[in-house]
């Protein structure tokens, strides 16, 4: 069985950027349950993305230097920054951490910026909220309508793509819909489109105003119709109660815990926040098949560290080369299923970028990316010497003396932190690194560098 | 020892950004070739002559050889249909060789990977030069390796920490966690593999001349490892950015430059070894690129494309089609003739030995640029 503490970090493994030092040390004394609450009220409120924080004078110098597209590849790479940075470092941790699920089960990868944070606010605002909203207000999105060419999709030339995948990713799933109903549907979202400024538009010349079957049903429906036949169906929320399960327990939902879930989040009308604490409250959660068993992605990876460590980029690309180099970037999902999570994310390209990113970050080492990339354009953050012009900061002073209150003790609670219940086997590792530390032998930082690239830090 | 199939090997060369064909594979006696082109056209006198019609780049001297020899094919109008304008996409569509590839994320190799993974007891089948994984390697089971420099990679992986990381092995055995399992499993299996290349290598003590830019030096380890008769059977190089909208002729130049002499490297030393027989050498584009000078002196990104096959085993060498008369063309751009994945369906079936429906999602009609059975000989 797990003691407290591992209970804690896993949960902030699963909900949050990364089990902090600081945040371990306040939970101890909270129940679970009690800390479920605490996570769920700080995601309350929303701060959206402005404009503001994305574009600048250097981006119209660059638009004027360069046009636009390659102002637009920058414009873009900068707000998968700033998500990333929100992932590990934002307020509202839960609601961030759950908006990259939906991000996954939404995915979305269009040039034009302004698309694209549209699209990601829409996802972070009803990401806690109702599913009903969430698939209503994304479906509307520019980014989505251009993805999956609904804009293409008027009468008399239907373009099933949206009404296809909208079925079969988004809601029900593959095999609880027919070819036809695909058919239908996309009769239903002809004339669904959007003005210039984004804003959604119903193009009533567009719309095939004629009788439908869809599911079983008929009628004259639009757009809207579809998605809550589609949300009345049970299978929508077994569908996404499962996801969801899977996204944060790293398995497969159980048979006979499946239908009493979904029930009840269907109950409920989708409401997000009760799915959680149905699963992050079970005692199933914290069972030894779960804790310790998951292999991070590469977003989860990187936010661990950027939050263990306090990191700040000063390079604007940074970030995205590593991304791109650990098979994972935000903001730019391969496909419309998304990003295939688990074993493959390590393979012999991307296993010793990950178990020495601990490295590459606290000694500031060059990301290189040695092929042409025309994604790449606009990376201007290589000095001549091929290492990043402006170094990364971090801070672990708050680590730093944490070991020197009791390095034997608190060491012992660093590994936990870091490697949860597999720190058992790593006793002999960490004895020895204790005594290196004291006598001087290793610093801090050599002592973090050594700690985090064990490949039990790979895993949560 | 390696199984007699995987002895065939496959180097393919990506020549990223959209080289432009018309002014690699010149049409000397197109007037509207000369019209459309004030600035940027090549001459008849300052190109290298393979036809009355055609002639290579001036930078190409050792194509034009291998054209002369018999070793080289090539291939015109090369594309698919609704030509995508986008490199993105358009690299997509190559590299999954499937028409709608935002759906996909599994490329052509990845899935010969899948199919032959019984040839590669190392798990080496395909190697992309490089750190990043394209899309092209990646199958659904298997996937191809990104190596950099796979001597580097050999003694990083011997060196202390991850010596002492291997030793554990029996002991994470002990533990209930599949994935930390398999991230052990994976040192383990990579040294073996890597140690098997690394030995193979040495073994034969290769000069190796520093090479003077990435696409050499690339090519370069591509050529050792396969004079060391590693397992490998296919390897990815990319060269560019050919992505010219401005200033074409000198950044093409220096481009084509550095192919010409990164390719006679790679065949002289294959022909040293007795190896070339084993090896086709595939390069293509995503795109070639509209015939239409822009007014930046260079040219936008245009449809199908010629492609270079080179082999000892061409059933045509040459030009194996004629090129558009590029009085018809679509939306500016030269029209496809040639689907690329036939070219693929007929390496796959006829040089690599393998069903092409199982990796191609469909059966497609195969040309054939090698004769039946080439792969076998």
Redesign the interface.
């Known amino acids: 069985m797990l003691n407290h503490n591992q209970k804690i970090i896993h949960l902030l493994h699963r909900t949050t950027g990364g089990p902090r030092l600081k945040d371990l040390l306040r939970f101890q004394s909270q129940s679970i349950i009690a800390i479920v609450d605490e996570l769920i009220h700080k995601s309350s409120t929303y701060k959206q993305f402005t404009r503001d924080q994305v574009f600048d004078k250097n981006l119209d110098t660059l638009k004027k230097a360069r046009g636009v597209k390659y102002r637009n590849r920058v414009a873009k790479r900068r707000i998968s920054d700033l998500y990333i940075m929100q992932l590990a470092k934002g307020e509202e941790q839960l609601r961030e951490k759950i908006s990259f699920f939906w991000h996954d089960h939404f995915p979305v990868n269009v040039k034009n910026p302004g698309q694209t944070l549209s699209y990601l606010n829409t996802i972070r605002k009803h990401a806690l909220g109702s599913f009903r909203e969430l698939l209503h207000a994304v479906s509307r999105e520019k980014a989505m309508i251009l993805y999956l060419d609904n804009n293409k999709n008027i009468e008399g030339q239907p373009n099933e793509n949206f009404a296809r995948e909208v079925m079969e990713l988004f809601t029900l799933g593959i095999g609880h819909y027919t070819e036809n109903d695909v058919l239908e549907a996309a009769r239903a979202f002809t004339g669904w489109n959007n003005k210039n400024n984004g804003d959604f538009i119903h193009i009533q010349k567009h719309h095939d105003k004629g009788s439908k079957t869809i599911l079983g049903q008929t009628g004259q429906f639009t757009g809207d119709d579809v998605l809550n036949i589609l949300l009345d169906n049970k299978q929508t929320s077994r569908y996404i109660t499962s996801k969801l399960y899977q996204f944060l327990t790293g398995q497969t939902i159980p048979n006979g815990i499946k239908d009493s879930l979904s029930d009840q989040f269907y109950n409920s009308d989708y409401d997000i926040c009760l799915l959680l604490r149905l699963i992050l409250n079970a005692e199933d959660f914290y069972a030894p ?1 779960v804790v ?4 991070k992605s590469p977003i989860e990876l990187i936010t661990n560290l950027v939050r263990l460590l306090n990191l700040e980029f000063k390079n604007a690309t940074y970030l995205y080369k590593i991304q ?2 650990l ?1 994972q970037i935000v903001l730019y999902p ?4 998304g990003w ?1 999570f ?3 994310w ?4 991307t ?3 990950r178990l020495e990113l601990g490295d590459k970050f606290l000694s500031n080492k060059t990301i ?8 790449l354009e606009g990376d201007e953050d290589s000095g001549e010497d091929g290492r990043p012009k402006n170094g990364n900061q971090f801070n672990f002073s708050s680590i730093e003396n944490f070991l020197h209150l009791d390095p034997e003790e608190n060491m012992k609670q660093l590994a936990q932190l870091l490697f949860n219940r ?1 720190s058992n ?1 790593l006793d002999v590792l960490i004895a020895e690194l204790t005594n290196r530390w004291l006598t001087g032998d290793i610093s801090t930082k050599d002592l973090l560098i050594v700690l985090l ?4 830090y ?2 949560n | 020892m390696e199984n007699k199939s995987s002895q065939k090997k496959l180097i393919i060369i990506q020549l ?2 959209g080289n432009d064909g018309l002014n690699t594979v010149i049409p000397i006696e197109n007037d509207i070739y000369y019209n459309a082109r004030p600035h940027l056209s090549i001459s008849k006198q300052e190109s290298l002559k393979l036809t009355d019609q055609l002639s290579f780049h001036t930078a190409l001297p050792y194509f034009q050889r291998l054209y002369f020899d018999g070793t080289l094919s090539i291939v015109n109008n090369v594309g698919y249909p609704n030509a995508s304008r986008s ?2 996409h358009s690299m997509d569509v190559w590299q999954t060789a499937l028409l709608s590839a ?4 599994t490329g052509w190799i990845g899935r010969y990977l899948d199919e032959n993974a019984h040839l590669f007891q190392h798990n080496m089948g395909a190697i992309e ?5 394209s ?1 092209v390697m990646r199958g659904h089971q298997q ?1 191809g ?4 420099n796979f001597v580097d ?1 050999h003694n ?2 011997k060196g202390e ?1 991850y010596q002492s ?1 291997i030793k554990r092995l029996p ?2 055995k002990t ?6 399992h ?3 499993e ?2 383990v299996d ?1 040294v073996d ?1 890597l140690d098997d290349m690394y030995h193979r290598f040495t073994r034969r003590k290769l000069k190796t001349p520093v090479a003077k830019n ?1 696409f050499s030096r690339s090519l370069k380890m591509v050529t050792d490892l396969i004079i060391s008769e590693v397992e490998t059977q296919i390897f990815y190089v ?4 050919f ?1 010219t909208h401005v200033s074409q002729l000198p950044v093409q130049s220096k481009l084509l430059q550095i192919l010409n002499k990164g390719i006679q490297e790679c065949i002289d030393a294959l022909t040293t070894h007795d190896k070339m027989k084993d090896v086709s050498i595939l390069i293509f584009s995503e795109f070639g690129r509209r015939l239409q000078e822009n007014n930046g002196k260079g040219t936008d990104h245009g449809a199908a494309n010629n492609l270079y096959i080179i082999s000892k085993h061409l059933k045509k060498p040459g030009i194996y089609n004629k090129l558009d008369s590029l009085d018809s063309l679509v939306e500016g751009d030269v029209p496809f003739e040639i689907d690329f994945r036939r070219i693929y369906a007929n390496i796959l079936e006829d040089w690599l030995n393998t069903h092409s429906r199982l990796i191609l999602n469909e059966s497609v009609d195969k040309i054939d640029i090698f004769s039946h059975s080439a792969g076998l000989t």
Not at chain 2, 238 to 241: I, N, Q, R, T
């Open positions: 098949s310790s068993q998951k292999i791109m180099k098979g391969p496909n419309v299923s295939t688990g074993k493959s390590i393979d012999l390209n296993v010793t970028e290189r990316i040695n092929k042409p990339l025309l994604s597999l086997h690239s064990q490949p039990e790979q895993l | 990223t950004g490199h993105f935002h759906k996909h994320n030069v490089g750190n990043i994984l899309t996937k390796v990104g190596i950099d990679l990083h992986l920490h990381l002991q994470i533990l209930s966690n599949d994935n930390l398999h991230i052990y994976l040192l990579s593999g990435v990319s060269h560019g950015s992505d």
